[in-house]
Nanobody, 121 residues
Framework: VQLVESGGGLVQAGGSLRLSCAASGRPFSTYSMGWFRQAPGKERELVAAIWSIATRYADSARGRFTIFRDNAKNTVYLQMTSLKPEDTAVYYC?????????????????WGQGTQVTVSS
């Protein structure tokens, strides 16, 4: 499985961005997917995860971010709104063939290269 993220960039606080993660391989619909982020000097942390129609969000993301997938396009998205400077990080997409929502980074088998999100104050 290959994962390619896109959509990162520089945005002002309060703005929005949509990250995309295109996956190769089949069947995409069975993958458990996650978005993680890693800021300088910090550990990689879960932002949001999705499996089938189930979703899970970090407390910092709940109410502002939405994870969703388009299985026909083999793509998972992270819609981010009301962005804050503390959201600045490299955002990674991850995939696993395990069943269910997967909150831990160590349990994902596949990772994208990451996309930088910078939120200015």
């Amino acid at each position: 499985v290959q994962l390619v993220e896109s959509g990162g960039g520089l945005v002002q606080a309060g703005g929005s961005l949509r990250l995309s993660c295109a996956a190769s391989g089949r069947p995409f619909s069975t993958y458990s997917m996650g978005w993680f982020r890693q800021a300088p000097g910090k550990e990689r942390e879960l932002v949001a995860a999705i499996w089938s129609i189930a979703t899970r969000y970090a407390d910092s993301a709940r109410g502002r971010f939405t994870i969703f997938r388009d299985n026909a396009k083999n793509t998972v998205y992270l819609q981010m709104t009301s962005l804050k400077p503390e959201d600045t990080a490299v955002y990674y997409c991850a995939a696993s063939l395990k069943v269910g929502i997967i909150p831990r980074a160590s349990e994902y088998e596949y990772w994208g290269q990451g996309t930088q999100v910078t939120v200015s104050s």
